[in-house]
């Protein structure tokens, strides 16, 4: 397997100059959905209604999702499901550092560590190769500005951009209602087996809730 969805999303995020993540609170919804959606192609999780499941445990090879597999197996408990909101606001922010350590693993950003006003330790994660990111750039550009006919996972991509509202990430030189029309129809088409998209659409669905309550909680 080459870069994962939740790497790709971590690459559109970071500043490719000063590494800094923008929009850090959406891209860790979008960041766990990534691996989740992964979990599902790779037929190791179901997501069913509002309910996630483990399907199989054996490793896929690839480290950052089978970390993950480990991991829901260790949080449902022995129990055959668990609400994939739970998952979902459990894992949103440490799956953040988890997708930037795989970048930095292969080579594609690098760590910089510094102290905010000499005391408070900082960590940022600037660009060391951009062949990734303009790839996945142009294959973006392809599926939504050109009409291209995307692949599954590129579909899952746009999918996942289009839930959290990080249109901005992927097209920031282009206003949102150019590109939204076209990511919303990639997100609802017929572009994966009846699962996936029904698992896409829950995740979606619990992203937005999440964000819901996070925004009430803080208001």
């Known amino acids: 397997m080459g870069i994962t969805l939740a790497e790709e999303i971590m690459l559109l995020s970071l500043d490719d100059e ?81 997708a930037v350590e795989r970048l930095r693993a292969r080579g594609i950003v690098v760590v910089e560590e510094s102290k905010v006003l000499g005391v408070f330790p900082r960590r940022r994660y600037p660009e060391a190769d951009g062949a990734a990111e303009r790839a996945l750039r142009e294959r973006l550009a392809a599926a939504v500005l050109t009409g291209a006919e995307p692949d599954e996972r590129t579909a899952g991509l746009v999918a996942l951009l289009h839930a959290a509202k990080l249109h901005r990430l992927a097209f920031p030189d282009l206003p949102r209602g150019q590109v939204n029309p076209r990511m919303a129809e990639i997100a609802a088409g017929q572009w994966a087996a009846e699962s996936v998209r029904a698992a896409i659409r829950d995740m979606q669905a619990a992203m937005a809730a999440v964000t819901v309550v996070t925004v009430a909680a803080v208001s």
């Open 18 to 98: 000063s590494g800094a993540t923008r929009q850090r609170q959406a891209v860790g919804w979008a960041v766990a959905g990534g691996i989740l959606l992964e979990l599902v192609l790779a037929e190791r999780v179901s997501v069913k209604g509002k309910y996630l499941e483990l399907a199989d445990d054996t490793p896929t090879g690839e480290e950052l999702l089978d970390g993950r597999l480990r991991l829901i197996g260790t949080w449902l408990r022995g129990r055959s499901k668990r609400r994939v909101t739970d998952w979902l606001t459990k894992d949103q922010a440490k799956a953040v550092g988890a």
